[in-house]
Nanobody, 115 residues
Framework: QVQLVESGGGLVQAGGSQRLSCRAS????????MGWYRQAPGKQREWVST???????NYADSVKGRFTISRDNARETAYLQMNSLKPDDTAVYYC?????????WGQGTQVTVSS
């Protein structure tokens, strides 16, 4: 049974930085892809970033150059470092683990960027 526990959400001023963490229990972490998604009020959930089990990363155009995804296999934890935050980044951020095509989700953490 895979369980994802997120932390790091909160209120931050525009231009500031925030780091989200996602700890994943289970022995499949090191061979799974990890990702971050977000959902703003009135909008669909959108993909933000992915890091594969090999460490390859991809980013949505909206966050490219500002956000950095990483993973620590020893800690079974994925991170999302968010820099130069904008009010449009305000959303509930969800951690995702994908193992052989099966998705597991965290509970979501609110990130609010003030003007």
């Amino acid at each position: 049974q895979v369980q994802l526990v997120e932390s790091g959400g909160g209120l931050v001023q525009a231009g500031g930085s925030q780091r989200l963490s996602c700890r994943a229990s289970g022995s499949i972490f090191s061979v799974s892809s990890m990702g971050w998604y977000r959902q703003a009020p009135g909008k669909q959930r959108e993909w933000v970033s992915t890091i594969t089990y090999r460490g390859s990363t991809n980013y949505a155009d909206s966050v490219k150059g500002r956000f950095t995804i990483s993973r620590d296999n020893a800690r079974e934890t994925a991170y999302l470092q968010m820099n130069s935050l904008k009010p449009d980044d305000t959303a509930v951020y969800y951690c995702n683990l994908n193992f052989v095509g099966v998705d597991y989700w965290g509970q979501g953490t609110q990130v609010t960027v003030s003007s």
